[in-house]
T-cell receptor, first 112, second 108 residues
Framework: NAGVTQTPKFQVLKTGQSMTLQCAQD?????MYWYRQDPGMGLRLIYY???????DKGEVPNGYNVSRLNKREFSLRLESAAPSQTSVYFC???????????FGSGTRLTVV | RKEVEQDPGPFNVPEGATVAFNCTYS??????FFWYRQDCRKEPKLLMS???SGNEDGRFTAQLNRASQYISLLIRDSKLSDSATYLC?????????FGAGTRLTVKP
């Protein structure tokens, strides 16, 4: 049982490049989330998907898009990367009635 | 004002010490509460939920005061392996809001 799997683990982008962060969960969870974590800021919600076919903006959605491809997969896309998007990105999922999130191991993204 | 505020620390304590972390939240509609643990360069992991009546899990005790919008975590008999960052988390509907974390280092 892998839980939540994120790829890639590390990425360096040049300003203006695009990329997609992949996330998949095998726990049959309805809700999936994308967070970014910056020093001193805590985790901030970028986008979430309460169920397959729905997505909603979180606290810091600008510069990002998401796709809930199916119940298992929730991807995060940076269309034109900026240095301000240098961060650690975590995907998480949560089952109905569950008492918290299960996180993926994170993606360390650097935009130069 | 941040929605979830924690003392960032760091807390440096000797093995065997008792240490307490505090957390305040601003949204009175908050429904559920958690403490997460995050090791350096790792993902956060659920440590324990926090219930109104207070709850204990081994050396860890969590308490919630809804009137004061305050959550605490007490760690007794600290171990070297308790060294980590502890995140206070507040759930509102579909959203969870995280504190920035309190860093704990337990020294021999």
């Amino acid at each position: 049982n892998a839980g939540v799997t994120q790829t890639p683990k590390f990425q360096v982008l040049k300003t203006g490049q695009s990329m997609t962060l992949q996330c998949a969960q095998d726990m049959n969870h309805n809700s999936m989330y994308w967070y970014r974590q910056d020093p001193g800021m805590g985790l901030r919600l970028i986008y979430y998907s309460a169920s397959e076919g729905t997505t909603d903006k979180g606290e810091v959605p600008n510069g990002y898009n998401v796709s809930r491809l199916n119940k298992r997969e929730f991807s995060l896309r940076l269309e034109s990367a900026a240095p301000s998007q240098t961060s650690v990105y975590f995907c998480a999922s949560r089952g109905q009635g569950a008492h918290g999130y299960t996180f993926g191991s994170g993606t360390r993204l650097t935009v130069v | 004002r941040k929605e979830v505020e924690q003392d960032p620390g760091p807390f440096n304590v000797p093995e065997g010490a008792t240490v307490a972390f505090n957390c305040t939240y601003s949204n009175s509609a908050s429904q559920s509460f958690f403490w997460y643990r995050q090791d350096c360069r790792k993902e956060p992991k659920l440590l324990m939920s926090v219930y109104s009546s207070g709850n204990e899990d081994g050396r860890f005790t969590a308490q919630l005061n809804r009137a004061s919008q305050y959550i605490s975590l007490l760690i007794r008999d600290s171990k070297l392996s308790d060294s980590a960052t502890y995140l206070c988390v507040v759930n509102i509907g579909n959203d969870m809001r995280f504190g920035a974390g309190t860093r704990l280092t337990v020294k021999p």
